[in-house]
């Protein structure tokens, strides 16, 4: 099989942030929130990586931890939209033709909704936070992987192997886990990424208008915010978080491109 | 016939739901409204005259209804905040946020069509190499990014375009209106130009693998011709694309009147909403919600004009 390029970029760029991330839990290189004010708006130098900002706060520091507050929200999110998608998707696709129906009306209401607008009402209704955040890009996220999830599952439950296993008398439920969950893993897969991504820029942006992520938890949009009216004597302030917010959804991306080439190689035709 | 009542039904249908779903998440779910407004000190009477003021103590399916009712009459209600008309603020800044919407769709429409086209016909060449990648990067640069960058490129190194904010005196002063909407023009289209980009590429090299090619190539036309005999074809899916993708373009405004301080309806929406002024958000997300399904009919009407066959 051809290696993917994306395959390769997007597992590479996705380990690393990863890492990163895993890494902030134990050290960072100072502490994030330590204010230094005779150090403010420190050139980088060998000390600090990346400069201080306008607290004198590291900000090689603040990008780690960013990691940690992005992906762990790209990661709750995924599962809750992974979760909802997987399992409105089996059930319309198994379900008597009005529920189908309805399920459907729901879904595609929702996904006329999209993550961020639903999460703008969210954190209207609940105040900001990144969990409220998570949950309604999750909930967004979990309408599209939905319509992909059941267009898939009904494929399969008509495939001539399901219905053979359904006259030797298996059960709904055995016909749903063992075929059309197990085969859908796939598809899952590409869908993840896909939710990824949208939760990475999702949350980014929340947290960029002062809706997601409150302080002092540092993040890569607040940062952004932060540091945009330094913009004119500062740029590399408000260029850091924001190279790591397109690499994160970049890599994202790339991984889902790549999982997808590997299941359909028709693709390879586009590139 | 039939498809456009059956698309007017889910349409008007989504809009229901919708309302549903915005008018539960902002009544149902918070606490009290008239606590959120007056602060948890305030004495009981305060606290029941504004819910009478408003009509909050009355039944949720009652305020529901009403609310419905009053909006198809155009009456939007009033601010918590200011007591203000919603229907005269909403109104005052749809001025800017159309015009944005609206430049950014057509645009990124246009643009994208071209670079499907343009790529398609030159497979390996090195500057499609160099398109693709470029949109890869596009869909992975937020919208807010994208707005600072350009800020950063054209307001303040090259200093050619206002950073932000839109004349106090609106359109009359037609020349700044135009000079201020630019650069977030630009932002909001950027992302969904990249993506729609892909689809064109793939429509057209799908084109210019159908019978319809090789005979229009057969009887003597140059590659570029044949295929923009068929680019009808090569749009449709693009229009399709971006009707789903409606909703996203309506929420990066919000995110782009934010960056750019332009007084429009979604930087109220956000002022709004960090001010809790319930009644007023649960309006303004109607008129947002209303915008995005009006946009994907309009949308959708020109893929039917260009593709009669998916009206049948």
């Known amino acids: 099989m051809k290696r993917s390029p994306s395959l390769v970029a997007g597992t590479a760029i996705v380990t690393c942030l990863g890492g990163l991330a895993m890494l902030s839990v134990f050290w960072t290189p100072y502490d994030p929130l330590a204010v230094d004010s005779a150090a403010r708006f420190a050139a980088p130098t060998l000390q600090h990586l990346l400069g201080t900002d306008q607290l004198g706060r590291d900000v090689l520091s603040n990008v780690i931890e960013g990691a940690r507050t992005s992906l762990l929200a790209a990661f709750a999110a ?40 639903l999460a703008l009402v969210l954190a209207a209704a609940r105040g900001p ?49 063992r075929h059309v969950l197990r085969n859908l893993v796939p598809t899952l897969a590409v869908q993840s990424s ?17 809706l997601g992520t409150p302080p002092p938890t540092p993040s ?19 260029l850091w978080p924001a190279v790591f917010v397109c690499l994160a959804v970049l890599g994202f991306n790339l991984l889902g491109d790549g999982l997808r080439e590997r299941l359909d190689p028709t693709l390879a035709h586009y590139r | 016939m039939s498809g456009v009542l059956r698309r007017l039904a889910t349409g008007v249908a989504g809009i229901l739901f919708s309302t549903i779903a ?67 603020d909403v109104l005052d800044r749809l001025d800017v946020t159309l015009p944005l919407i ?49 800020i950063m490129l054209f307001a303040v190194r090259l200093n050619v375009l206002p950073a932000g904010g839109f004349p106090v005196d609106g359109w009359s002063a037609i020349g700044a209106s135009l000079r201020s909407l630019v650069l977030p023009t630009a932002a909001l289209a950027a992302s969904q130009t990249a993506m729609l980009a892909r689809f064109a590429r793939s429509s057209a090299l799908d084109f210019a693998s159908s019978d319809a090619f090789r005979t229009a190539r057969a009887a003597g036309r140059s590659r570029h011709a044949a295929l923009l005999s068929g680019r ?54 109607l ?26």
Do not use: C
Request: without cysteine; aromatic residues 6%.
């Open chain 1, 194 to 210: 896909g939710a990824a991504s949208i939760a990475i820029v999702a949350e980014s942006t929340l947290s960029y208008l002062g």
């Open chain 2, 102 to 150: 609206a430049a950014s769709t057509a645009l990124s429409i246009v643009v994208a069509s071209a670079v499907g086209r343009r790529t398609a016909l030159q497979r390996r060449h090195r500057r499609t190499v160099a398109t693709m990648t470029l949109t890869q990067l596009g869909l992975a640069v937020p919208t807010f990014v994208v707005a600072i960058v350009l």
């Open chain 1, 78 to 117: 995924t599962v809750i939209a992974i979760t909802i998608g997987a399992a409105l998707g089996t059930a319309s696709a198994v379900a008597p033709r009005w529920l189908d129906g309805l399920l459907s009306a729901v879904v595609t209401a929702v996904v006329a909704l999209p993550a961020l607008l």
């Open chain 2, 22 to 88: 915005i008018f539960l998440l902002l009544r149902a779910l918070p606490g009290d409204v008239a606590t959120a407004r007056l602060g948890t000190d305030a004495t009981p009477e305060a606290l029941a005259e504004l819910r009478r003021e408003y009509g909050f103590d009355r039944p949720l399916v009652v305020q529901y209804f009403d609310w419905l009712a009053d909006a198809a009459r155009g009456d939007l209600g009033r601010s918590l905040l200011s007591g203000t008309s919603v229907t005269d």
């Open chain 1, 129 to 177: 936070s990144t969990s409220t955040a998570v949950v309604a890009i999750g909930i967004a996220a979990g309408a599209s992987v939905a319509a992909v999830t059941r267009f898939e599952a009904a494929a399969i439950v008509r495939a001539p192997y399901v219905l053979a296993s359904r006259f030797s008398g298996a059960s709904t439920a055995l016909v749903v886990r």
């Open chain 1, 220 to 238: 890569w949009g607040r940062m952004l915010a932060a540091t945009q009216q330094y913009l004119l004597v500062h740029p590399l302030l408000t």
């Open chain 2, 287 to 312: 008129v947002v919600v209303l915008m995005v399904f009006a946009l994907r009919a309009v949308v959708n009407f020109a893929n039917d004009r260009l593709d009669p066959r998916r009206s049948e």
């Open chain 2, 232 to 285: 009808r074809l090569v749009v449709a899916p693009v229009l399709t694309v971006a009707s789903l993708q409606v909703a996203t373009l309506v929420t990066g405004a919000v995110v782009v009147e934010s960056v750019f301080a332009l007084p429009g309806l979604g930087s109220m929406l956000v002022r709004d909403i960090a001010n809790r002024d319930y009644p007023k958000v649960q309006s303004v997300l």
